[in-house]
């Protein structure tokens, strides 16, 4: 029996593992293959049994991932970030969430014959998007940057606060079953509950900031301790108020990540790692305990429920949402088709239910199955059919014109600057805040935080960005920066500076594999030093546009060993197109424009020291200056 158990567990922690990659790979939600595995190894085979297998454990088990899940999340609700969106996130988020969830829980009542406790109960589960299902969708689909903008700050905010509505109906439920029934007890006990969570939830919030703002800790012991105090606080309220944990532990993340100077940046992604192992495990298990029968039985209802779902209560809330915005028809449309259910909806469904079920609710297993149908549903159907629809109505941006820079150096900023000022986006990713900073300062956009980090696969916004250019000083980052980048742009779309010439003459042993480097970025001989040395002795980058009488041959004539090309824009300024080698180089005729590096009459490009020291080129007046455009007659 032991055997078979630890069999059961390992063979539940390879299949996430693998699925967490395999979506990767296809840029779907992890989620939808998660939830699939489940169940095929539970109701179709038979091979999995939850609670078989682990008892009495499963739902102290269920409880505590439940709890980590929704307080990372909530590490990630900045309040400036609600103030900043547009008027078109807000109403969605507050005045659209509640018509959803009034038109789903009218829906439930009458089609699936749910009493309203669990009708608003499961109205207020499936009004949560979420980014994990969000922004892999975006990426696929591609939409242009007003609608994918609004659908990602829709589910990055209504992921915690979702959430935090969804407990708030649940304790509100368990209030009403606590007690005589009178309205009067049932507000009190609604109170207490809301009074503990909030303030063990704070409490605990200000404990541990100002356990790490004092460095009482040592920084191994962060990570270890954050989890233990979530764990302890969560059973604590529990033990305190029943119900009030999940409230706590979502106050306390969302009091934490709008705490000033308080860096939770290392803790957010060991809580992103642990979720991941939670969720790959979680989900399984949850999907195996499904009950396909039941969803047999309701047949037409369970469908008709979801049409209502996709196409009476997403369209409602849409517009409602964006009465009197300047957006489209079309953008209306398509922003009323996307709305994916993901990890909140699954996770917090599958917790309520079985603490319905002790409640003696004998309609709660259900409510796992409807909300596992619609996220199922709704990310099938809408992965198939969005870009279609996007393509139909005009809102999907025909080619990525934004390029992904790994590193915010000096010699990044700069060509940064020169794809702005030619009308396409650069976005600066670098870990070394100094280099970040420098870059706000320069109005250029920027990404906190390693290219290559989990942080990165939540955070970094690439709708719209269909090239990476590897430009970091450190050469195994620009590598696993284009291995990472070539899943999601194509091989042809990553680009890296080649290694300096001694690391060249290491031989293949010691040097890291040309197909796992991308395209050469340049050409097959530049690297960050002659770059960074060129640009410090007063080379310029300029733009030259290409006319009938000065053709790329006259260009590579006039400018032979006095300009590097770097990039040519197409007319009109549609495509960009980054010279990597000779033989790739795009046949280029009128009305396309060069941007090439300019060196100095004193110098040749092929003669300079690649041994520039970084300071002189961070003082150069160069970096300041806009991009110059030149003019042949």
């Known amino acids: 029996m032991n055997e078979h158990i630890m069999i059961v567990l390992a063979a539940i922690g390879l299949i996430g593992s693998f699925i967490q990659w395999f979506s990767w790979w296809v840029k779907l939600p992890a989620i939808l293959f998660l939830l699939l595995a489940g169940i095929v190894l539970g109701p179709v085979t038979g091979w999995l049994n939850p609670d078989e297998l682990f008892g009495p454990l499963l739902f102290p088990m269920v409880s505590l991932a439940v709890a980590v899940i929704l307080f990372e999340g909530s590490l990630t609700l900045h309040f400036y970030e609600i103030k900043g969106v547009a008027k078109v996130v807000r109403r969605l988020v507050t005045v659209g969430l509640v018509v959803t969830w009034v038109i789903i829980a009218v829906a439930t009542h009458y089609l699936i014959g749910f009493n309203w406790d669990l009708s608003f109960l499961f109205g207020a589960l499936v009004v949560v998007t979420g980014p994990t299902v969000v922004v892999p969708m975006l990426r696929t689909v591609r939409l242009n940057k007003t609608v994918a903008n609004i659908l990602k700050w829709e589910g990055i905010v209504i992921d915690p606060l979702g959430a935090l509505f969804a407990v708030l109906v649940y304790d509100f439920i368990i209030s009403s079953q606590a007690g005589d029934g009178s309205l009067g007890h049932i507000l009190a006990s609604f109170t207490a509950i809301i009074a503990a969570g909030v303030l063990l939830g704070l409490a605990a919030g200000q404990f541990l900031a100002i356990v790490l703002r004092k460095h009482w800790l040592p920084e191994f012991l962060h990570n270890v301790f954050t989890l233990t105090l979530v764990f302890g606080v969560f059973a604590f309220a529990n033990a305190l108020v029943e119900e009030s944990g999940l409230l706590a532990v979502t106050i306390m993340g969302m009091w934490l990540a709008n705490k000033k100077d308080l860096l939770m940046d290392e803790i957010l992604d060991f809580k992103e790692s642990l979720s991941v192992l939670l969720i790959s495990g979680l989900f399984i298990l949850l999907a195996a305990r499904m009950d396909l029968e039941q969803l047999k039985q309701l047949g037409w209802k369970a469908i008709a429920l979801f049409m209502v779902i996709q196409l009476i209560a997403r369209p409602a809330k849409v517009a409602v949402s964006t009465l009197g915005s300047s957006l489209s028809p079309s953008e209306r449309a398509i922003l009323a088709w996307i709305a994916p259910r993901g990890i909140v909806a699954a996770a917090v469904s599958a917790l309520f239910a079985l603490r319905l079920e002790q409640a003696g609710y004998s309609q709660a297993p259900l409510l796992v199955s409807l909300t596992f149908m619609v996220i199922i549903g709704t990310v099938v159907l809408q992965s198939a059919t969005a870009r279609p629809l996007a393509r139909w109505l005009g809102v999907a941006d025909p080619e990525p014109r934004g390029v992904l820079i790994n590193s915010a150096n000096p010699v990044a900023r700069a060509i940064a600057k020169a794809l702005e000022e030619q009308g396409f986006d650069a976005i600066l990713a670098d870990g070394h805040w100094p280099y970040v900073r420098q870059a706000r300062m320069e109005g250029l956009k920027t990404f906190y935080g390693n290219p290559v980090s989990e942080h990165a696969d939540r955070h970094l916004d690439l709708v719209g960005t269909g090239r ?53 970025l340049f050409g097959p001989d530049m690297t960050y030093a002659k770059l960074a040395g060129l640009l410090a002795k007063g080379a310029e980058i300029r733009a030259t546009p290409l006319t009938e009488a000065f053709t790329i041959d006259h260009f590579l004539e006039q400018y032979d060993g006095k300009a590097i090309p770097l990039f040519a824009v197409s007319p009109k300024g549609k495509r960009l197109e980054v010279f990597s080698s000779p033989e790739a180089m795009p046949r280029l005729g009128k009305g396309w424009k060069i941007i090439a590096l300019h060196v100095p009459e004193t110098l040749s490009a092929s003669s300079v020291d690649e041994s520039a020291p970084e300071k002189s080129l961070q003082d150069s007046p160069i970096l300041s200056a806009s991009p110059k455009e030149e003019s042949h007659a």
Do not use: C, W
């Open 468 to 520: 990476m250019l590897g430009l970091s000083t450190n050469n195994d980052l620009n590598a696993l920066s284009a291995l990472k980048y070539q899943s999601e742009f194509g091989r042809k779309n990553v680009y890296t500076l080649s290694l300096p010439e001694e690391q060249r003459k290491k031989g293949s042993k010691h040097g890291i594999a040309h197909d796992k480097r991308g395209l050469p």
